[in-house]
Each structure stands twice: as C-alpha cells, then as structure tokens.
C-alpha cells in the first residue's frame, strides 16, 4: 500500500496568505477601488513569519493580505456599489458621446451613493472603542480643515470637517476635558481626557496654503481615509453631546435681530458656533451633565496607590477651573481660535475686537479685565488694572496646572523656554534641562545663572557650610580616637589579670603543670569571647569602583556568542547617547557663563553711566 502525501506548498503559510494580484483577481476590483474598499475596511497586508514559504519558493518581496480578510471582504455589499460605479460611469460616458443631455442628466440624478454607517458599527460596536480610536481621526480632519479647494479634495469635504471638528472642540469645552497642550513647528498639540480615554490630536497652524507636488503627498489616498473619519467623527460628535445633555445639531441661545440682520440665519450661526465663544443650550436646562468619578477601591490592594489616584483625581478637579474668574482679552495679532478653546476650556472668560470676527462678549475698555494678550513689544494705551501677558503664558499655567507669576511673561520680555508635557518622566539616558526636571518634579529647584551678589553670598554660605562639617568630622574623629583609647585601657587592664592569676598559681605551687596550661587555655578562650566595640574603617572608593568594573566583565563574558554583536552594538549606542548628553550639558553650562558675564557687564556699564551723571 503506498501512501501519497501533500504535496510541497499544499498547506500552512502557503494556503494562508494571497498576493494583491491574486486578491484582486477574486474580488475582481482594479487597484483604486481595492485600495479604498481596505482603507474603509480597515485591513491592511500582513507579514508572515517566513516569506519564502508564504510566496511558494518565491524570494522577491510582495504584498500580502491574508486569505481570510479577502473571504471577509468577498461579503461587504459596498462591492456591488463600485460595480453600479462602473456601470454608470460607462452609461454617463455613452450618453455624453453620443450627445444625449437628457439620458445624462437623468443618469446624474440617479447616481449610486455609498454609505459607511454600518461599517462604522462594525469596527466600533462601542463607543470605547471608538474614543481608542479617535487620535488619528481627529488629527486628520483637523487637517483638512483648513484645505482650499483642490482636484482630489472636493470642497464640501472640508466644509464638514471644519463643521465636525469646531463641533467637537465645543464638546471638549462644555466635558472640561481638557488637560495638556504644547505648541510646536507643526501646530497645536492637545490631549483631552473622554470617558476615561486619553485621546490626543494635532491641529496646524493657520498659515496660507502651499500647494503641494502630486508625487510628494497622495491627497487622494488621504480623501479616502477621511470619507471614512468623518462618518464615525459624526457619530462620536452625537454621542457625546446627548451625554452632555447638549443638542446635536448645537444650538445657542437667541440674540437680538438687529445682529443677526447683518446676515443670512445659516451663515451667522455657523460663524457664532465657530467662534467657541457662546454657551450651548442644553436639553433639560439647569441640569448639568458633571459625572462624579468613584474611585474603585477593590481593584487596588496598595493603599499608597489608592492615595496617589485621590490626589491625582483632586489636582485634575482643581485644574478644571484654573482660569476661574479671570477676563482675558486677545489683540488683533494674536491667534485667537487656539487661545479661546483653552481658556474657555478651564472656565476663563474671553473677548477680542468685534470688527475682528463675531462672537465677542465686552469691548477693550472694560475695566474687569485682568489679562491682556498680546504679541507686540509695546502699545500705546495701557491699563493699570490688568496685566499685559504673551500667549505662552497661558500655555505654561496649564501643563504647569496652577498659575505661574506674570514677571517672565509680560509684553516685551524674553520668554523661557517652551517645553512639551508629552516627554516620559522615567526616560534613562537622554538630556533632561533643568526647566523640564522642574516640570517633571515640583521640588526640584532650578539652577539659574543669577546675578552676581546672590551668587557670592551663596558662595559665602556654602563655604561657610563646608567648614561647619569638616568641624563636625574632626569633632566626631575625636570621639572616636577617645573611644578607641577607653577601649584600649579596658583591654590592658584585662591583660593584667591572667598574670597575677599564675603569680598565685606559681606561690601556692600546689597544682600541677597540667592545670595551669587548662587555666591559661580557659582564660584565653575568655579574653577572645569577650565582646569590643567595631572600628570605622574608611572605604576606599577607588577599590569599590574596581571591583564593580571586573565584576561587570565576568558578567559580560556570560552574554551568548549569537547575542555578542548586538550588545556590542548597545554599548557603542549607550556610549554615543553619553557623550550627547555631556555636550549639551556643556553647552548649557556656557550658555549660562556667557549671560552672567553680560550681565556683569552691563551693570559696570550701569554704574559708570550713574557716576558720570
């Protein structure tokens, strides 16, 4: 009996995986279509564990998908509407060739749509799962936003994410979700705290748009990906205003007509809405959506730990109403839409000049204005009641979660340096500058270049300092030398007694040679029972340190051979992130000796131009 085996790529790897060629060939969809229907989707190539066998024997490198996602995509009704595409393309183009405008029109008017609503349920069947999800979404909509009209975005796309984005921030304002935010090259980093979800996004800043090449960026690629974002930025949007008892559509409360008069009803409530400036109208007034968050002690057994999230849940509650009372006023040259969302979202009020854009609530000569933003050197009209600040300051008070003094911040002065809330406190081996360290750590204190008095009196007071302690060690050495001195009269005294012991033994003469060796013996054993107090020995560090080095060559020696180049190659790395870190500290370390010595100069300068006077 013979017995006939599978043959050589019949199974496993090689039954698993399909190239794109051979996946379109199944679902029989050209390249465009196939792309957007897995963007929508959401399935993407994989990498199997070895390719030789995924590609039958075939060494160059293609793209995979496996053979489940293309079963899973053979079911998706969203297929059928890219064949009607094609069949009405093709019935459009016939009609047009042979000039029959009203067959055209009639096609046109009946054109298949695609909508994703049930796509959106399937990849997110929570909202969760959809806030998980919501970083990439937002960042992306955000984006296009601000795009003109272009051949592969079409314009009411980006009419919608501006509508959707504007309607989330109002969210995010109402919840006081907010909790971090740096400004960089890029834009405006924010990071907002929905539902438990730590969801973070990006938005550019307002500059003119720059029209980019064809091969540099594959706008129509991102068009797709957004076709998906905003259906499910809707549903998010919806969700999570009736969680906050809003409208959705928002809506805001009634003003007067002579206002509104000045436009159309669409267009000016588009405008009050983007403005971030008005309070929403909820669905059962007086109720306000505030959820009171209980913390679940049986999941913590550490008590410490349990303490640490009360604190935290106490600084976040005291961060929701940092700007509590203040009146903030933007300048013109300020930019206002990133400035209002923060301030607004930790119960700030804020205005600029109405001619600027609508949605301003008092005028610059209100006299209970506290904080004035500008972003100028000087201006000509100044308040004593209020404080002219530039916008960082802002910013900084919020990663900082209280409110920094205004010295370093007022108009024309320099402003310290900006730092992200973003960086990992427990990062090992990368350049930390103090200010970050501050940050990071609110005991840590700054080590600033100060001016030249401080730094002699504090010159004085450490000197002073040394020599209390280089006392206190003489004094403690003394004490020692006197112990060791008690200890060594103890001793002697004690060495006495064994000799007077034999001096009787040797007048009596009564007991034998063997008793006296057994009492000599006895006695010693006692002098060496008997308890002396330690010495301080001083350790050398010189042989500490050699000893942890050849300690840590003989644990190098145990690293396996297959794994010796890779941690040659770790040691080269940790080498050169050593030597990066010593540069910039030198660096730093120049920097401040520098403004010092300008600083020493400019006083001499000071005093001569006080004594000619």
């Not at 029109?105 to 695609?114: D, E, F, G, S």
């Not at 610059?364 to 050197?377: A, G, K, L, P, Y």
């Not at 000509?380 to 008070?397: A, G, K, T």
């Not at 060559?553 to 080269?572: G, Q």
């Amino acid at each position: 009996m013979v017995v006939i085996g599978k043959k050589k790529y019949e199974a496993g790897e090689a039954t698993q995986f399909l190239t794109r060629k051979q996946a379109l060939k199944k679902l029989q969809l050209s390249l465009n279509e196939f792309r957007r229907l897995c963007i929508i989707k959401g399935i993407y190539p994989r990498e199997p564990r070895n390719r030789k066998r995924a590609q039958k024997g075939d060494t160059r490198i293609k793209i995979l998908y496996h053979k489940k996602d293309i079963q899973f995509l053979m079911h998706e009704p969203i297929i059928w509407k890219l064949r009607d595409y094609k069949i009405f393309a093709r019935k459009v183009g016939r009609a047009k060739a042979l000039r029959d405008f009203k067959e055209m029109k009639r096609y046109l008017k009946n054109h298949p749509t695609i909508k994703l609503d049930h796509i959106v349920k399937e990849r997110y069947p929570t909202f969760i799962d959809a806030l998980k999800d919501l970083d990439d979404c937002l960042t992306l909509c955000f984006l296009f936003s601000t795009f003109p009209s272009m051949p592969h975005i079409p314009r009411d796309q980006s009419i919608l994410c501006r509508r959707l984005t504007v309607e989330f921030m109002h969210a995010v304002i109402y919840a006081k979700a907010l909790r971090k935010v740096f400004i960089s090259i890029k834009g405006y980093y924010y990071q907002a705290e929905i539902k438990g979800q730590t969801i973070t996004w990006i938005v550019p800043h307002q500059f003119g748009f720059e029209p980019q090449k064809k091969s540099e960026v594959d706008f129509k690629m991102m068009s797709t990906f957004v076709e998906f974002y905003i259906i499910m930025l809707g549903f998010v949007n919806y969700r999570l205003y009736h969680t906050l008892n809003l409208y959705y559509p928002p809506k805001f409360s009634s003003v007067g007509t002579s206002e509104q008069a000045l436009v159309d009803a669409g267009a000016f409530a588009s405008e009050r809405i983007s403005a971030l400036n008005v309070p929403l109208v909820t669905l059962t007034p007086g109720v306000q959506a505030e959820e009171e968050v209980e913390i679940d002690t049986f999941t913590e057994n550490d008590a410490a730990k349990i303490d640490e999230i009360k604190a935290e849940y106490e600084k976040i509650k005291k961060l929701k109403t940092l700007f509590k009372g203040l009146k903030f006023y933007i300048n013109r040259e300020v930019p206002r839409e990133s400035l209002v969302f923060v301030i607004r979202c930790f119960g700030g009020e804020v205005s600029w000049d109405k001619l600027l854009f609508v949605g301003s609530t008092f005028d610059v000569n209100d006299e209970t204005i506290t904080h004035h933003i500008v972003d100028r050197s000087s201006m000509d009209n100044q308040y004593l009641s209020r404080y002219y600040i530039q916008p960082q300051w802002i910013f900084d008070c919020i990663n900082a979660r209280e409110l920094l003094p205004v010295e370093k911040y007022l108009m024309g002065c320099k402003l310290p340096p900006h730092l992200s809330p973003f960086s990992d406190p427990r990062r090992n081996q990368e350049y930390i500058p103090p200010e970050e360290r501050a940050l990071m750590d609110p005991e840590y204190r700054l080590n600033y270049a100060q001016e030249d008095d401080e730094m002699d009196d504090d010159s004085e007071v450490e000197k002073g300092t040394e020599e209390d302690e280089t006392k206190d060690e003489d004094n403690e050495d003394n004490n020692h030398m006197s112990d060791e001195a008690e200890e060594k009269g103890e001793e002697d005294e004690d060495e006495e007694e064994p000799e007077v012991v034999v001096e009787k033994s040797k007048k009596k003469a009564e007991k034998s040679v063997i008793e006296d060796s057994k009492e000599t013996e006895r006695l010693q054993k006692k002098k060496k029972m008997k308890v002396k107090s330690g010495k301080i020995v001083k350790e050398d560090p010189y042989e500490k340190s050699r000893q942890e080095s050849q300690e840590f060559r003989l644990r190098e020696k145990l690293v396996p051979n297959k794994y010796r180049k890779l941690y040659k190659s770790m040691k080269e790395g940790k080498k050169d992130r050593m030597k990066e870190i010593w540069l910039k500290r030198k660096k730093r370390r120049l920097h401040e000796e520098s403004e010092v010595a300008k600083r020493k100069q400019l006083r001499k300068a000071q005093k001569k131009a006080a004594a000619n006077a």
